[in-house]
């Protein structure tokens, strides 16, 4: 099962999201940030073109709704952690070797972070949740940070930010920080998809276990024939089709950063 199924947010028609998309209009009379969409549905899109202190005004509005210090619209809880299941979903591919129930950790602790969010002083709604999330289910877990060496060095970006506005660098195969944001930005903006994004995690993670040398314009190891053939192995595919798609993935973020620095 999935974060979004276990938090019953796999179908906007069900549930509590439905609940959300019938208060919107009544959300919005007293939150005036709502107003950017006429419907719930498209807030994802709105936020992965907005500008980062209108999406953050966006998600500060539905985490005063949400809170128990504020509305105490559990409806508005939803709304939130549905617009974090991105962010949610990739902290379940880092962190999935901890355990087989991680999805449903994540779930229940993403609703408890959307819920809690202290909207009065708070800012970069996204990012902070995401992290506190990761945190309190690494610490449930009996987990230290360096059991997980890329997020242990990371901060979330928010979804709704843009790639270019993240990323300014040369090489588009970093790793630690620059990499897990990088990706977060690039599924939000559909540069990638989630399963690319998962095999470039795992790439990632055994490309630093062989601490490849990194220098000028390199793949920093990502296409590294032993990678390749480790990853192949976890996934049942050969090594040639691993380097194929990692290195389509990482055609399509280099493009995706230059047309950003032409734009800039």
Known sequence: MSVATHLGLNDPE????ALARARWPLWQRDHPA????????GLPGWLRAAEPHRA???????????????????????????????GASLLAARLATLTPRID???????WVEARTFPWQRGHRVAANILMNTRKSVMRDLGVGVCADRTWSRSVPVDPSERLWQEIATEDV??????????LTAACAL????????????????????????????????LLSNAVSHEVGQRVGVSAITIRRR???????????????KISA
């Not at 449903?104 to 993403?110: D, P, W």
């Not at 998809?193 to 390199?218: K, W």
């Open 104 to 110: 449903q950790l994540l779930a229940a602790q993403l």
């Open 246 to 260: 990692t290195r389509r993935s990482i055609e399509s973020l280099r493009e995706a950063c230059a047309a950003a």
């Open 14 to 17: 069900n549930d509590v999201l």
């Open 190 to 221: 559909q540069v990638i998809d989630d399963a690319d994004r998962d095999l470039l995690l795992q790439v990632a993670v055994v490309a630093d276990r062989h601490a490849p040398a990194r220098s000028g314009r390199g793949h920093a190891g």
């Open 56 to 86: 953050d005004a966006v998600l500060l509005a539905l985490a005063e709704l949400s809170s128990p210090e504020g509305r105490d619209d559990v409806a508005a809880t939803g709304a939130l952690a549905w617009l974090l299941l991105p």
């Open 34 to 41: 709502l107003r950017e969409v006429q419907d719930l549905l």
């Open 173 to 182: 195969a970093p790793t630690g920080d620059e990499l897990a944001e990088l």
